[in-house]
């Protein structure tokens, strides 16, 4: 079973406010779980999302420079 972290976990985890994974879950943009009144993050979720957010780098390699005789 994967580890539940609370909202404040989650907002440790990504270097946030708090108030980035609340709004992460009211535009169900994460996986979630109601226990109760309470909201938990299922680890495996914030991984999913770091990965699908994740922008690689894009290298642009430059034309040869021309040489003006």
Same mark, same amino acid.
């Given at each position: ?5 609370? @909202? ?14 609340? &709004? ?12 109760? &009144? ?9 991984? !999913?999302?770091?990965? !699908? ?6 290298? @642009? ?9």
């Amino acid at each position: 079973m994967d580890r539940l972290l609370t @909202v404040d976990q989650v907002a440790e985890l990504l270097g946030t406010t708090v108030r980035f994974p609340r &709004r992460l879950i009211d535009e169900r943009r994460i996986t979630f779980v109601k226990v109760g &009144r309470h909201v938990r993050i299922p680890e495996s979720a914030v991984s !999913a999302f770091v990965a !699908a957010n994740t922008v690689e780098p894009v290298t @642009v390699q430059r034309p040869g420079l021309r040489r003006v005789a």
